[in-house]
C-alpha cells in the first residue's frame, strides 16, 4: 500500500486524509437517514413521536460539534492536528458501537450527544489536508476534501439502506463504527503529522478573539453560514415538492434519492474543480461567479412543473454552486496564519454547521408562506452575497492593476 502511496508528504497526507474522511461520513450517512425506524425498534411507537426522535438524533451532534469545533482546533494548533483527530475516531469508533446495543431512544440520544462532543474530524480534515500542501495548492486541497464529504453523502444512505435491509440496523451501527476504524489506522499509519507551526515573536495574544479579529474572518464565517443555509434549504420540501409534480407515490423515494445524488456527484465535481481553479484565478471573483449562478438556476426551480426539468436544474446547480463551500475554505486558509490555521478552521465550520443546522426549519416555515417560496429567498440571499462581495473583488483586480497585491489569493474576504 506504502508504494501506492505519492512520494510529496502533502500528496500523501491529502490523499490519506481524503479517504479518511470519506469513510467517516460515508458511514454516518450509513445510518443516519435510517434513525426513524431505529428509534421505532426501540420502543417508539407513533410516526410523530419517531419523526420528532429522530431529528432531535440527527441535529444533536452536528449542534454541538459546531459549537465545539473552535476549541478542538485550537486544541490542534497547539498540540498537532493528528492527536486531535486519533482522538475523535477512537471516540467515533467506540461511541457507534455502542449505540448498536442500546435499548432506548434515550441511550442513543447520550451516545449521538457524545459524538457531538467529542467529534470534530470535519474542519481537522481541512486543515490537516492544507497543512503541507505549497500555497497554490490550497484550493486543490479543500476541494479533494470538500468531494469526499459530497460524495459520502451521496453513496452513503444507499450503501446503508443495503446494510441495514441485509445485516439490519444493530450491525450497520457496528460497521459505520468499523469505517472509522478504517479511516483510524489510516491516519495513525500513513498521515505525516507537520512540525507544529511557531507563531512570530511579534504575534498578537493567542486565542479565540485574535483569530476572529483577523481581517476577513466574521465576513466570511457570515458567508459560510448564507452558503451553505441555502445548499441545505430545499430537504424538508424536496419529496412533497416532487410529488406535485405528478411523481408516483411508488416512485417518490427513488426519485428523491436520484435527485439528491445526482446533485451530490455534481457538486463534488464543483468542488474539485473549482478548487484546482484557485491556481489560476482569484478565489473571491470566482466565489461571486457561483453566486450569481446559483442565483439564476434557483430561481426557475421554483417555476418548472416536470421532474426532468427538475433535475436538470439541480445538476445545473450542482456544476454552478456545488463548489461555493470549496472557495470559502480555500479563502479561509490563505487568509489566516499558519499557527492559526486549525482554529480558524473550527470557527469555519461551526458556521457553515450551523447555516445548514437551521436552514430546514426557517424552510419549513417558509412554506406556511408559499410552498415554494424557499427558491425565492434562495435567490434573493444568492445575489445578495454576491453583491456584498462584489466591492471586494472589484478592489482587490484594482490593487493587483495598480501592483500593489503581490499574490492575488491572500487578504481579507
Not at 486543515?127 to 497554490?136: D, I, K, Y
Request: with cysteine.
Amino acid at each position: 500500500m506504502i508504494t501506492l502511496l505519492p512520494r510529496e508528504a502533502w500528496r500523501r497526507n491529502q490523499l490519506v486524509v481524503c479517504v479518511a474522511v470519506f469513510m467517516v461520513f460515508a458511514g454516518f450517512a450509513f445510518v443516519l437517514p435510517f434513525l426513524p425506524l431505529y428509534v421505532r425498534q426501540l420502543g417508539v411507537t407513533s410516526d410523530e413521536a419517531a419523526a420528532t426522535w429522530a431529528g432531535v438524533l440527527i441535529g444533536i451532534a452536528p449542534l454541538l460539534a459546531g459549537l465545539l469545533a473552535p476549541v478542538w482546533g485550537r486544541l490542534g494548533d497547539r498540540y498537532g492536528q493528528k492527536p486531535m483527530a486519533v482522538r475523535a475516531l477512537v471516540s467515533y469508533v467506540i461511541l457507534l458501537a455502542l449505540s448498536g446495543a442500546v435499548t432506548t431512544a434515550w441511550q442513543l440520544l447520550a451516545l449521538r450527544t457524545a459524538v457531538g462532543l467529542f467529534g470534530g474530524v470535519g474542519p481537522l480534515g481541512l486543515a490537516m489536508a492544507t497543512a503541507l500542501a505549497p500555497r497554490e495548492q490550497t484550493g486543490r486541497a479543500v476541494g479533494s476534501i470538500q468531494s469526499a464529504q459530497i460524495l459520502a453523502a451521496a453513496v452513503g444512505p444507499l450503501a446503508g439502506g443495503v446494510l441495514a435491509h441485509t445485516i439490519g440496523m444493530r450491525l450497520t451501527f457496528v460497521a459505520t463504527a468499523a469505517a472509522c476504524g478504517v479511516a483510524l489506522l489510516l491516519l495513525v499509519f500513513f498521515y505525516v503529522e507537520p512540525p507544529l507551526a511557531q507563531a512570530p515573536a511579534d504575534a498578537p495574544r493567542d486565542g479565540f478573539g485574535a483569530v476572529l479579529a483577523l481581517p476577513g474572518v466574521l465576513p466570511l464565517m457570515a458567508t459560510l453560514f448564507l452558503v451553505n443555509f441555502i445548499g441545505r434549504s430545499f430537504t424538508p420540501i424536496l419529496p412533497l415538492h416532487l410529488q406535485r409534480m405528478a411523481v408516483p407515490a411508488s416512485s417518490l423515494a427513488l426519485s428523491t434519492g436520484i435527485l439528491i445524488s445526482a446533485y451530490s456527484v455534481c457538486a463534488a465535481i464543483s468542488a474539485t474543480f473549482l478548487g484546482r481553479a484557485t491556481r489560476r484565478r482569484e478565489p473571491r471573483a470566482l466565489l461571486v461567479a457561483t453566486l450569481v449562478a446559483g442565483a439564476a438556476i434557483v430561481l426557475p426551480m421554483g417555476l418548472v412543473a416536470r421532474f426532468p426539468s427538475f433535475l436538470g436544474l439541480a445538476v445545473l446547480l450542482g456544476l454552478a454552486a456545488g463548489g461555493s463551500l470549496t472557495l470559502c475554505y480555500t479563502i479561509g486558509g490563505l487568509m489566516v496564519p499558519t499557527h492559526r490555521r486549525t482554529t480558524a478552521f473550527g470557527f469555519f465550520s461551526g458556521a457553515a454547521l450551523f447555516g445548514g443546522a437551521i436552514s430546514p426549519s426557517i424552510a419549513g416555515l417558509l412554506t406556511r408562506v408559499h410552498f415554494k417560496a424557499i427558491y425565492w429567498a434562495d435567490a434573493l440571499l444568492y445575489l445578495l452575497l454576491a453583491l456584498a462581495l462584489l466591492p471586494g473583488v472589484l478592489a482587490m483586480r484594482a490593487r493587483r492593476a495598480a501592483g500593489e497585491v503581490a499574490q492575488p489569493a491572500e487578504g481579507g474576504a
